[in-house]
């Protein structure tokens, strides 16, 4: 199973967590587990490591009192999709699968904080800014 061919129960998981999914199921199917099943249990324990393992959580609800103070967020490339991370940050906040919508999300998150978001081209350019300060 491939990152850009899943199955269509894995369609509308964040890319994050369908990503773990695809991982763990073609561990599964490694070890000789039927496809449905593996399927299935591998988005049951994706989701369950999502949970335990949240991405800066204080941001993902968008509340502007948790991203007051942080740093300016940039919209870069990953993988197939597009990720929205704080400058300087390793680890992105949150997974996309367009761009467009990690460009929301990084716009709103800005002008929560009155901070900037950085737009970045496929090739990792700057494209375009929006300054909220």
């Known amino acids: 199973m491939e990152k850009n061919d899943y199955p269509a129960s894995m369609k509308n998981m964040e ?3 369908r990503d773990k999914a ?5 561990a599964l199917l490694d070890e000789g587990y039927e496809e449905g099943r593996a399927i299935s249990i591998a988005t049951a324990q994706a989701k369950k490591w999502n949970e335990d393992h949240p991405l800066h959580q204080h941001h993902l609800n968008d509340s502007s009192s948790h991203v007051e103070g942080h740093s300016n ?16 940050a390793h680890q992105a906040l949150v997974y996309m ?10 716009k709103k998150w800005a ?3 009155n901070k900037s978001a950085i737009i970045h081209r ?12």
């Open 15 to 17: 890319k994050r967590t």
């Open 22 to 26: 695809i991982e763990i199921a073609n």
């Open 73 to 88: 967020f940039h919209v870069v490339p990953d993988g197939d999709g597009w990720a929205v991370k704080e400058e300087g």
């Open 97 to 106: 699968d367009t761009k467009n919508e990690a460009v929301e999300k990084a």
């Open 111 to 113: 002008s929560d904080a």
């Open 122 to 133: 496929k090739d990792g350019t700057v494209e375009t800014s929006h300054n909220y300060s």
